[in-house]
């Protein structure tokens, strides 16, 4: 099983830009979580998906964030325009989705290191 | 709002040592509490986890203590070693929820 897949796993971009990053869950996995993590902050939940659907957005920060799952295998998060303080590591983490508990364990991704000059 | 606390921020211990890490939560709805480890350069990975139904649980050399009344619980990394140097996070999540609260995290450094 190759895991969580993210790509790229580090990405320099330019203050205003378009930031498009990726992310494969693990195959079966019908769960799908954004995280993103700083010194200051920790690890935060942008949004998660059941089934495709997403369930909670209300960690995105604000209209710049938009999140996609157009299937089971794929999911991206896009930043328009970036800012320097979106310079983090994001994470993609899956689940699978075994009963209605919430115990059902997070796989992480490596990450995309974003650096916004 | 942090609805999680974790202390200290830094650890360090010598090897053989045992290693100790506190989390407080506020919301009482909270019931799962999975402890993470990440190492440098990779994503959190599960260690072990509890739900409030048990006062302990035990695998290898991790123990989570939980005490309900002082929605606390903490993590005791027994005969640490070099390898285990790694930020530990603690976490909360409640009933059906799919969402989890992380703490802030701690470093941990086992000395040789």
């Known amino acids: 099983d190759a895991g969580v897949i993210q790509s790229p796993r580090h990405e320099v971009t330019e203050m205003g830009q378009e930031v498009t990053l990726r992310c494969k869950p693990i195959s079966g996995h019908n769960s799908l979580f954004w995280y993103r993590q700083t010194m200051m902050r920790g690890l935060e939940l942008l949004i998660y998906?059941?089934?495709?659907?997403?369930?909670?957005d209300s960690g995105m920060p604000e209209d710049r964030f938009s999140a996609k799952m157009p299937n089971a295998s794929f999911s991206t998060l896009k930043i328009q325009p970036s800012e320097p303080r979106d310079s983090a590591v994001y994470f993609c983490?899956?689940?699978?989705?075994?009963?209605?508990?919430?115990?059902?364990?997070?796989?992480f991704g490596p990450g995309t290191r974003l650096t916004v000059l | 709002q942090q609805q999680v606390k974790q202390s200290p921020q830094s650890l360090i211990v010598q090897k053989g040592g045992i290693s100790i890490i506190n989390c407080a939560y506020e919301n009482t709805a909270f019931d799962y509490f999975p402890w993470y480890q990440q190492f440098p350069g990779k994503g959190p990975a599960l260690l072990i986890a509890?739900?409030?139904?048990?006062s302990e649980k035990k695998e290898g050399r991790f123990t989570i203590s939980f005490n309900k009344s002082a929605k606390q619980f903490s993590l005791h990394i027994m005969d640490s070693q070099p390898g285990d140097s790694a930020t530990y996070f603690c976490?909360?999540?409640?009933?059906?929820?799919?969402?989890?609260?992380f703490g802030s995290g701690t470093q941990l450094t086992v000395l040789p």
């Open positions: 983490a899956s689940s699978p989705r075994t009963g209605a508990s919430g115990t059902d364990t997070q796989y």
């Open positions: 998906f059941n089934n495709n659907v997403p369930i909670d």
């Open positions: 976490a909360a999540s409640k009933g059906s929820a799919r969402q989890l609260t």
């Open positions: 509890i739900r409030p139904d048990v």
